[in-house]
């Protein structure tokens, strides 16, 4: 193998992408790897840094583009942190997520199973309903936006591509009364001040939106700020206070109190009604969030009488979308907040033959089992984390006839597989679905039937 040191300068062609969206050359057989260059580029590249069995490097110079490169629309593409795929055009994103389920499925796991297209958006902008904004005070004046890679510096947004309009007018509003307002704002640092985030949240039709102060203590300056909120967006339904005292990089504290309207909105998700709080987990791409869980409920092939088991069920968005094509849907949530949030969308959309059950999801499926529940599908749509390995135990013991896996992480999704695989589970093609365009995130679906 050449012995590959850094400051070297190589001319070599993109022969792939990283998980993370940076594409890789390689020196004989050491891979080098390069942000914002596409697969199929001739490029220049300096190393940047030499690790015994990769390194990083810097593009020089771009000798032949790809014809699917593009100018990263969004003028602060180089220096936020929340994109990382903008200079590939979406037929490019596609297949680059699709790569990236290839690799974890079929190189990582071993598993040599086909990979579906990935599910793509009509338009793959202005998709985000939900906001979460840092603030910070600097030079004098409020700054607003998202962090820069790697770091806790802001970069000061005006306009964000991937965020609801909705959300960007709210964001440039807000920003503004509490510079005339002058609200004290949190530092980090010194764990002083009072607003630390905004958190903007809408439903489908932006028909009714929540905005949430997040404080370092109770006090609440937000008067002046909500009436005008209120005078120039009728659609803000929803304005709550969330207090965080704590040192700590955690978002929420577990307090939120309501400042004006309900402590809640309303969305629609396949035809069913949720009440989605603050804290409440919900997708954050609507349009994509119903293509998820029709690609979910079509992989189970409901015939109306199948007893489901959906577990890490949060607010009961998968299970209670399956309410009129099964016999009894039964969610397991370890969040309390979240169970009762599900009990009450089951109560709205007068689902009675779902339930809802607090507790691990190992744990509470076991006890169901030994009750004589006999689970004919069992849904699972766990964090990025993955299932945790008690979980994935009792799953092979209750040895559901089909398994509906809904992931969030290839990387895990494969880890699990390749455990479902070995206890005699036959293992679907995979479908890449793009939940959030223009970032390197790539979720999937998979059904495993026990052979």
């Given at each position: 193998?050449?012995?590959?040191?850094?400051?070297?300068?190589?001319?070599?062609?993109?022969?792939?992408?990283?998980?993370?969206?940076?594409?890789?050359?390689?020196?004989?057989?050491?891979?080098?790897?390069?942000?914002?260059?596409?697969?199929?580029?001739?490029?220049?590249?300096?190393?940047?840094?030499?690790?015994?069995?990769?390194?990083?490097?810097?593009?020089?110079?771009?000798?032949?583009?790809?014809?699917?490169?593009?100018?990263?629309?969004?003028?602060?593409?180089?220096?936020?942190?929340?994109?990382?795929?903008?200079?590939?055009?979406?037929?490019?994103?596609?297949?680059?997520?699709?790569?990236?389920?290839?690799?974890?499925?079929?190189?990582?796991?071993?598993?040599?199973?086909?990979?579906?297209?990935?599910?793509?958006?009509?338009?793959?902008?202005?998709?985000?309903?939900?906001?979460?904004?840092?603030?910070?005070?600097?030079?004098?004046?409020?700054?607003?936006?998202?962090?820069?890679?790697?770091?806790?510096?802001?970069?000061?947004?005006?306009?964000?591509?991937?965020?609801?309009?909705?959300?960007?007018?709210?964001?440039?509003?807000?920003?503004?009364?509490?510079?005339?307002?002058?609200?004290?704002?949190?530092?980090?640092?010194?764990?002083?001040?009072?607003?630390?985030?905004?958190?903007i949240r809408s439903n489908h039709d932006d028909s009714e939106v929540q905005v949430a102060f997040v404080t370092n203590?109770?006090?609440?300056?937000?008067?002046?700020?909500?009436?005008?909120?209120?005078?120039?967006?009728?659609?803000?339904?929803?304005?709550?206070?969330?207090?965080?005292?704590?040192?700590?990089?955690?978002?929420?504290?577990?307090?939120?109190?309501?400042?004006?309207?309900?402590?809640?909105?309303?969305?629609?998700?396949?035809?069913?009604?949720?009440?989605?709080?603050a804290r409440s987990f919900y997708q954050v791409n609507h349009e994509q969030t119903e293509k998820l869980y029709r690609e979910a409920l079509e992989a189970a092939d409901l015939k109306g009488d199948e007893t489901i088991i959906d577990t890490y069920c949060g607010i009961g968005t998968i299970g209670l979308s399956a309410t009129d094509r099964a016999g009894k849907i039964i969610g397991i949530e370890v969040v309390d907040s979240a169970v009762e949030d599900a009990r009450e969308n089951a109560r709205l959309n007068g689902a009675e033959n779902a339930e809802f059950h607090l507790g691990k999801s190992e744990e509470v499926m076991k006890k169901l089992v030994k009750e004589g529940v006999k689970p004919d599908v069992v849904f699972v749509d766990p964090p990025r984390k993955g299932c945790h390995p008690e979980f994935l135990e009792a799953l092979a013991e209750v040895r559901p006839e089909k398994i509906i896996y809904v992931s969030c992480n290839p990387s895990t999704l494969q880890r699990d597989l390749k455990y479902m695989g070995e206890q005699g589970y036959d293992i679907s093609p995979v479908t890449p679905v793009d939940m959030f365009p223009q970032t390197n995130h790539v979720e999937g679906v998979v059904a495993l039937e026990l052979m």
């Open positions: 193998m050449t012995a590959v040191t850094k400051n070297e300068y190589y001319t070599r062609t993109v022969t792939d992408y990283t998980h993370e969206g940076m594409g890789v050359v390689k020196v004989d057989h050491y891979p080098i790897f390069i942000p914002d260059v596409l697969v199929g580029e001739e490029i220049e590249v300096k190393v940047i840094k030499a690790n015994k069995k990769f390194g990083f490097g810097r593009v020089e110079r771009t000798i032949r583009p790809s014809a699917n490169r593009i100018d990263p629309p969004c003028p602060y593409y180089y220096q936020c942190g929340g994109c990382q795929i903008q200079t590939l055009d979406y037929a490019e994103q596609l297949a680059f997520k699709k790569g990236t389920m290839d690799k974890s499925i079929n190189r990582m796991a071993r598993l040599d199973k086909e990979i579906n297209p990935a599910v793509g958006m009509d338009e793959a902008m202005h998709y985000r309903n939900k906001s979460q904004i840092p603030v910070k005070f600097n030079n004098g004046r409020v700054e607003m936006g998202f962090y820069k890679p790697r770091s806790h510096d802001i970069v000061d947004i005006e306009h964000c591509l991937i965020q609801k309009e909705i959300h960007n007018d709210l964001m440039v509003f807000i920003k503004e009364l509490l510079n005339k307002e002058k609200v004290s704002i949190y530092d980090e640092a010194m764990h002083q001040g009072l607003l630390r985030h905004v958190i203590g109770k006090k609440n300056v937000f008067t002046g700020i909500i009436n005008a909120i209120i005078e120039s967006f009728p659609m803000v339904t929803s304005i709550v206070q969330n207090i965080n005292p704590d040192k700590t990089n955690v978002i929420f504290g577990d307090r939120t109190n309501v400042l004006y309207g309900k402590d809640y909105i309303t969305d629609t998700l396949l035809g069913k009604k949720f009440r989605i709080r």
